[in-house]
C-alpha cells in the first residue's frame, strides 16, 4: 500500500477525522483527543496509531503526556489528491444540472398549462 493510500484509509473513520482536525492548529494530548472523538484511551490510542503511521500526524513525548500535531504537508498532499481527483466528475455533474431546466422551471410551464 502506498502513502496516500494508507492515509485515505486512514481518513476513513470519523474518530481519527474528528482527532485529525483537532490538531490542525496546535499540538494536543492523546488524552484531550480521546476526550473529543467519545473514545476510551486505549481505543484512541489505536486510532492515532493509525494516523501515525499514515503520516498524518507526529507524535513529541513530553513527561508523560504524548502530544500530537497534524503533518500539514502531508493533509496537504491528500487534499490536492482529492481535489485532482474529483474536479472532472463535479465538473461533469455541474455542467449536466446546469443543462437541465430547473424543477421550479417545469413546475411553473406546468401550472401555467393547465
Known sequence: ???LEESLRAL???ARRTMLAAVFDHERPSTELAERAGLSKSAASQHLKLLRDA???HVRVDANRRLYRADLARV???AEYLDAYWADPLAKLKA???SHPS???ARTRGTAAS
Do not use: K, S, Y
Open 76 to 78: 496537504a498532499a491528500v
Open 55 to 57: 503520516g498524518l500526524v
Open 12 to 14: 476513513a473513520h470519523p
Open 1 to 3: 500500500m502506498n502513502d
Open 96 to 98: 449536466a444540472a446546469e
Open 103 to 105: 424543477r421550479e422551471a
